[in-house]
């Protein structure tokens, strides 16, 4: 069984996309796939993943699928994925240098652990920012529920490799007019019955070179609805006390739902 599928979501990344793409090869990891969906790209992204997939330097799989959105692309790789990790990797992202090889004991420390769903690894930005202080689980390693990261009120930027058999369980919840729903429904979900192995070993690196136009970024008042579906299985889910250990990420939350409900009230009169 193939150890790792490294799934990127792309529109008009062509880019950036040779950057992951070498990333990936230089890890010299033989038990991979890279997973590629694009959301219709007409920037010649086509044409470089072929260029790529003829070097016949890793196991590529290309789909191609016309503006349904990034959870939908997410939705679809999982069907599609081999590996026994899944790992989401931006097009404009890179793994960092001989990271899986830095990984592969801790996966394989919890591979046969069915409380826990994955790794939540470190990832480093370029330029650097001087954050590292305010890392949670900074200490050491531990396993713990992602609950306690809210509860922290430190929101950092990570990267998970996830166990591909328990995260086939929660698929994203894809409605017509829905094209982005924010990760924190996810989290929000998977974490009333499972825990994370946080790993202080930097696996992905984030580049600040077009911030504002990464895939993963979009606006409250056009995708309104992921919005609405993110805040309500935030307070679903997240336990009372965890709420009132973080009261600003409460507060945000309820303001973001109620802000959510105006416009899909809003929309709905026009």
């Known amino acids: 069984m193939i150890k790792f599928t490294i799934f990127t979501p792309t529109?008009?990344?062509?880019?950036?996309?040779?950057?992951?793409?070498?990333?990936?090869?230089?890890?010299?990891?033989?038990?991979?796939?890279?997973?590629?969906?694009?959301?219709?790209?007409?920037?010649?992204?086509?044409?470089?993943?072929?260029?790529?997939?003829?070097?016949?330097?890793?196991?590529?799989?290309?789909i191609y699928q016309e503006n349904a959105g990034k959870q939908a692309a997410w939705n679809l790789a999982l069907e599609k994925a081999r590996g026994q990790y899944f790992i989401g990797l931006d097009s404009d992202d890179a793994l960092n240098e001989d990271c899986l090889d830095a990984v592969i004991n801790d996966v394989d420390l919890i591979s046969s652990n069915e409380s826990?769903?994955?790794?939540?690894?470190?990832?480093?930005?370029?330029?650097?920012?001087?954050?590292?202080?305010?890392?949670?689980?900074?200490?050491?390693?531990?396993?713990?529920?992602?609950?306690?990261?809210?509860?922290?009120?430190?929101?950092?930027?990570?990267?998970?490799?996830?166990?591909?058999?328990?995260?086939?369980?929660?698929?994203?919840?894809?409605?017509?007019?829905?094209?982005?729903?924010?990760?924190?429904?996810?989290?929000?979900?998977?974490?009333?019955?499972?825990?994370?192995?946080?790993?202080?070993?930097?696996?992905?690196?984030?580049?600040?070179?077009?911030?504002?136009?990464r895939l993963s970024k979009s606006s409250f008042r056009k995708h309104y609805k992921g919005h609405l579906l993110a805040r309500k299985s935030m307070l679903k889910n997240i336990p009372l006390k965890y709420f009132l250990k973080n009261p600003l990420g409460l507060i945000k939350t309820i303001l973001r739902y109620m802000q959510a409900i105006y416009y899909s009230f809003l929309f709905r009169k026009n």
């Open 11 to 62: 529109y008009n990344r062509k880019n950036y996309l040779e950057r992951c793409y070498r990333s990936i090869v230089s890890q010299n990891f033989e038990s991979l796939e890279w997973l590629v969906i694009d959301d219709g790209s007409n920037d010649g992204t086509k044409e470089l993943i072929y260029k790529f997939i003829s070097e016949k330097k890793i196991d590529i799989l290309y």
């Open 116 to 213: 826990v769903i994955g790794l939540r690894c470190l990832s480093k930005k370029i330029p650097s920012s001087h954050d590292s202080d305010n890392n949670f689980s900074s200490d050491s390693d531990r396993i713990c529920s992602w609950f306690e990261e809210f509860a922290s009120g430190i929101y950092q930027e990570r990267i998970d490799i996830f166990k591909t058999s328990m995260l086939k369980n929660y698929y994203y919840p894809i409605e017509e007019g829905v094209k982005f729903i924010p990760e924190i429904w996810l989290y929000s979900l998977i974490s009333k019955k499972y825990n994370f192995f946080y790993v202080n070993k930097i696996v992905r690196v984030f580049y600040d070179d077009d911030s504002h136009n």
